[in-house]
């Protein structure tokens, strides 16, 4: 249930001293700076530097954003800016160190990640929805669901669900019902239709 | 409805956003969590933005310090207190404009340092350099309660 808070009361929530609906913005976005950073290719120390830069800024920003479901892509954005910058010094150092090895990979020094963060914002932001979505599930459908995304056999989810190997299948149909049902889910479902239908028109 | 992801795409997806989530080490949420303690609840503080960073400006540099040993240069700005930055090898040094003393100390992840003089000229020097994100908060004589924003170096 409180994970399908939208993310403007969260951020009003917290900017109000509530810890758990920051942390619930935490959660809900770590994959997204996670991906990010990965994307320009920091490594693990530079990666929790920029992160921990991050979330430390989110929440000197929070009184200050203008608009509280922005927050996501405020995020993606300062994410990707201080990415660049530590690729920058980190190449700067490098450059100094090692002028031949860097000159030999200073070409490609430009900025090709940038639509891909446009790209993690909305997965990020697809894929919370997803999860709160599964969280409100019954806890049989989430123990079902949780066995079919690991791909476990259906012998092997039978014998640990004490269900009749034929009765998987349409319990499973029965379970993503229900996801689907998810009221956040259908919306950007049907905003994902009509995306493909424009596509598709061009 | 027609339009909806059909029981495989759903399931994939779902898929996605776990691992999604599973893929991300405990660290990076934990470290979310715990910046929440550095919420400014004193309302009185300022907040300095950054509005000049040479490691952004990269090209102005050298032509205007090339005479020193000045790694990066940065300046923040509040309504009525500007802070300037020098990052050498081994130190900050800062000057707050308009001058005037006060003190000032070091906010990082270890904590809140010590309060280091700011002089008459607004000065002030901070031997060594932070490790990870920090900010400077800036008291003077005349009553100013200013923060630079986080920043790394």
């Known amino acids: ?202 | 409805m027609s339009e909806a992801w059909d029981d495989d795409e759903l399931l994939s997806r779902l898929r996605a956003a776990m691992t999604a989530a599973e893929a991300v080490p405990r660290e990076i949420v934990e470290a979310g969590r715990a910046a929440f303690a550095w919420r400014d609840v004193d309302l009185d503080m300022e907040l300095a933005e950054l509005t000049y960073d040479s490691a952004v400006h990269a090209e102005a540099v050298p032509a205007l310090r090339a005479d020193s040993a000045v790694l990066r240069a940065l300046t923040f700005a509040a309504s009525r207190l500007t802070i300037e930055l020098e990052i050498t090898d081994s130190s900050l040094l800062g000057q707050v404009v308009p001058p005037q003393a006060g003190e000032v100390r070091v906010q990082g992840r270890a904590g809140s340092g010590g309060p280091l003089e700011i002089d008459d000229m607004g000065v002030f020097v901070i031997r060594g350099k932070p490790d990870g994100p920090f900010r400077l908060h800036c008291r003077t004589r005349t009553g100013l309660d200013v923060s630079t924003s986080w920043f790394t170096l």
């Open chain 1, 1 to 202: 249930m409180p994970d399908s808070i939208a993310v403007d009361t969260l951020v009003i929530r917290a900017r109000d001293g509530d810890q758990r609906a920051w942390e619930q913005l935490v959660e809900r976005y770590a994959p997204m700076l996670w991906s990010i950073c990965k994307a320009y290719g920091l490594d693990r120390r530079d990666i929790d530097d920029v992160v921990q830069y991050v979330w430390m800024r989110a929440v000197e920003h929070l009184s200050r954003l203008r608009v509280p479901e922005r927050l996501g892509s405020w995020l993606a954005t300062t994410t990707k800016r201080e990415c660049v910058r530590v690729r920058r010094v980190r190449y700067q150092r490098d450059s100094a160190e090692y002028p031949l090895d860097a000159a030999a990979v200073s070409g490609d020094e430009g900025d090709d990640v940038g639509d891909d963060v446009a790209r993690a914002l909305e997965e990020a932001e697809r894929n919370a929805v997803l999860r709160a979505a599964f969280a409100e599930l019954s806890p049989g459908c989430r123990r079902l669901l949780s066995l079919l995304v690991r791909e476990v056999p259906y012998s092997e989810i039978s014998a640990r669900l004490g269900m009749a190997v034929g009765s998987i299948g349409p319990t499973r149909s029965r379970c993503l019902a229900r996801l689907r049902a998810d009221a956040a889910l259908s919306a950007l479902m049907s905003a994902d239709a009509e995306v493909r239908e424009g596509e598709s028109h061009v």
